[in-house]
């Protein structure tokens, strides 16, 4: 029952504007684009050496007994892209509740696209892969990277519906759950759960805030770092925890948005009745005035939507292109003992298998009667987008690393595998989606 009141309350008011969701994750894929550019010509220079020295770079954190230490790759690895995961648990959460999944009728075309495009990539993988030394290679083609499909998408402007971008972000979101899930259950090392027991207790600390409704963001930080911390000593891969936390994060407003503009109104009235001052401080008055609106103001905004404001950019701008920036660079010159049956596997089930489990899925919803194809939606669209969901880079190449461990040999296999399905893919879809824009434009 409150759950349903607050999905009223906070229906329209929590989607984050799509629109400028579109231009950060294009702006991302560009920089992601430049960043693996740029490890690969850094990795293969005359300077090679310093871009793995830099990388395996051993950083150390110590309080007193206290020890962690890590090379940067690991600190990058398992510390940023927590942040990243705690983003995509925050969309996640979102789009259940109140986003493009939050209902049966709207979630269907999406979540049987992301369940052929994640079930006909693994089958093709397995078909594909007999060498029993890389079958821990099959989790790699499962999911779609949203910023550089999106930014493929950006490129052809507005010959391409909203709709298909919200179906594109909508089933990538979807693979990025079996991706999570997958790296929880299958690509975690040996758990000891005395310390995932331990980490129960911050876990219920923050549940318990959420159903109170109340949001702290220093106890959150400072219980997510502990909770953090543990998972990475237990065996679980320290991502993992981030999407956890993030579906700790309350979504509802503890005001409502009228009762809010109300007092915005008459704070704003009693700050012009002020009187002006002739230094350039504020008056006790002003301060406390100004510090009744901050409060009033952060009533009113969901934690939720403003963290994932908050982060979307440092993710977009920052995370994700110093990521390509330290696993993108392979080393051509040593790659004598590449498993090239291997890249082969992973490149055309990014590419079939994508293509065509996304298609099947959505093609059979729509005939089955289980979805409905948006009425400004082709299928020759639907099609494009299939393959530029083949573009699997950044969580690819995260799961390679787990996959594959301490082997340089196979994860450098793998790398090639994703940049060469990714790319083709992302050719291929734009291809499609620009033929169809044209000949659309014609008929029209």
Same mark, same amino acid.
């Given at each position: 029952?409150?759950?349903?009141?607050?999905?009223?309350?906070?229906?329209?008011?929590?989607?984050?504007?799509?629109?400028?969701?579109?231009?950060?994750?294009?702006?991302?894929?560009?920089?992601?684009?430049?960043?693996?550019?740029?490890?690969?010509?850094?990795?293969?220079?005359?300077?090679?050496?310093?871009?793995?020295?830099? &990388?395996?770079?051993?950083?150390?954190?110590?309080?007193?007994? #206290?020890?962690?230490?890590?090379?940067?790759?690991?600190?990058?690895?398992?510390?940023?892209?927590?942040?990243?995961?705690?983003?995509?648990?925050?969309?996640?959460?979102?789009?259940?509740?109140?986003?493009?999944?939050?209902?049966?009728?709207?979630?269907?075309?999406?979540?049987?696209?992301?369940?052929?495009?994640?079930?006909?990539?693994?089958?093709?993988?397995?078909?594909?892969?007999?060498?029993?030394?890389?079958?821990?290679?099959?989790?790699?083609?499962?999911?779609?990277?949203?910023?550089?499909?999106?930014?493929?998408?950006?490129?052809?402007?507005?010959?391409?519906?909203?709709?298909?971008?919200?179906?594109?972000?909508?089933?990538?979101?979807?693979?990025?759950?079996?991706?999570?899930?997958?790296?929880?259950?299958?690509?975690?090392?040996?758990?000891? &759960?005395?310390?995932?027991?331990?980490?129960?207790?911050?876990?219920?600390?923050?549940?318990?805030?959420?159903?109170?409704?109340?949001?702290?963001?220093?106890?959150?930080? %400072?219980?997510?770092?502990?909770?953090?911390?543990?998972?990475?000593?237990?065996?679980?891969?320290?991502?993992?925890?981030?999407?956890?936390?993030?579906?700790?994060?309350?979504?509802?407003?503890? %005001?409502?948005?009228?009762?809010?503009?109300?007092?915005?109104?008459?704070?704003?009235?009693?700050?012009?009745?002020?009187?002006?001052?002739?230094?350039?401080?504020?008056?006790?008055?002003?301060?406390?005035?100004?510090?009744?609106?901050?409060?009033?103001?952060?009533?009113?905004?969901?934690?939720?939507?403003?963290?994932?404001?908050?982060?979307?950019?440092?993710?977009?701008?920052?995370?994700?292109?110093?990521?390509?920036?330290?696993?993108?660079?392979?080393?051509?010159?040593?790659?004598?003992?590449?498993?090239?049956?291997?890249?082969?596997?992973?490149?055309?089930?990014?590419?079939?298998?994508?293509?065509?489990?996304?298609?099947?899925?959505?093609?059979?919803?729509?005939?089955?009667?289980?979805?409905?194809?948006?009425?400004?939606?082709? #299928?020759?669209?639907?099609?494009?987008?299939?393959?530029?969901?083949?573009?699997?880079?950044?969580?690819?190449?995260?799961?390679?690393?787990?996959?594959?461990?301490?082997?340089?040999?196979?994860?450098?296999?793998?790398?090639?595998?994703?940049?060469?399905?990714?790319?083709?893919?992302?050719?291929?879809?734009?291809?499609?989606?620009?033929?169809?824009?044209?000949?659309?434009?014609?008929?029209?």
């Amino acid at each position: 029952m409150k759950v349903k009141s607050h999905s009223k309350k906070i229906k329209n008011i929590v989607i984050t504007p799509f629109e400028k969701y579109l231009n950060i994750e294009s702006l991302s894929g560009l920089l992601l684009f430049g960043a693996t550019l740029l490890a690969l010509v850094w990795a293969n220079s005359s300077y090679g050496n310093t871009y793995q020295e830099l &990388w395996n770079y051993t950083l150390e954190f110590k309080i007193q007994n #206290f020890q962690l230490s890590k090379p940067l790759i690991l600190w990058i690895n398992d510390g940023l892209m927590a942040i990243f995961f705690f983003l995509i648990g925050l969309e996640i959460k979102r789009e259940i509740l109140v986003g493009e999944i939050n209902t049966l009728k709207k979630a269907s075309l999406p979540i049987l696209a992301a369940f052929g495009g994640i079930l006909i990539p693994v089958t093709l993988f397995f078909l594909l892969n007999q060498n029993p030394e890389t079958a821990e290679g099959w989790g790699i083609p499962m999911a779609t990277d949203i910023a550089f499909s999106l930014a493929i998408l950006q490129l052809l402007g507005k010959r391409v519906p909203l709709s298909l971008k919200i179906f594109l972000t909508a089933f990538a979101i979807v693979d990025d759950l079996g991706a999570v899930l997958t790296i929880a259950i299958f690509y975690s090392e040996t758990i000891e &759960w005395a310390l995932i027991g331990y980490s129960l207790l911050p876990f219920a600390i923050l549940i318990l805030l959420s159903y109170k409704e109340t949001f702290n963001k220093f106890l959150a930080f %400072i219980l997510s770092c502990i909770i953090w911390l543990l998972f990475l000593k237990s065996g679980i891969h320290p991502t993992v925890a981030g999407v956890l936390i993030a579906f700790t994060i309350p979504i509802s407003q503890r %005001i409502d948005f009228k009762l809010y503009s109300k007092k915005l109104k008459s704070i704003s009235d009693e700050i012009c009745n002020t009187k002006d001052n002739s230094i350039p401080i504020l008056t006790k008055e002003q301060i406390y005035l100004i510090d009744d609106l901050q409060d009033w103001t952060e009533k009113a905004q969901s934690p939720l939507q403003h963290l994932e404001h908050s982060i979307h950019s440092w993710v977009a701008y920052l995370i994700i292109p110093v990521f390509a920036l330290a696993n993108a660079g392979i080393m051509f010159g040593e790659t004598e003992n590449i498993d090239y049956t291997l890249s082969f596997s992973i490149a055309l089930s990014l590419i079939f298998g994508k293509s065509i489990g996304i298609t099947l899925f959505s093609y059979l919803g729509i005939k089955l009667g289980l979805a409905d194809l948006p009425e400004d939606l082709n #299928f020759k669209q639907i099609i494009g987008v299939s393959f530029l969901a083949g573009i699997g880079f950044t969580m690819s190449i995260f799961v390679a690393n787990l996959a594959f461990q301490e082997n340089n040999a196979l994860i450098d296999a793998s790398k090639i595998g994703i940049i060469m399905g990714s790319l083709i893919s992302g050719i291929i879809g734009f291809i499609i989606l620009r033929i169809y824009s044209k000949s659309t434009k014609k008929s029209n």
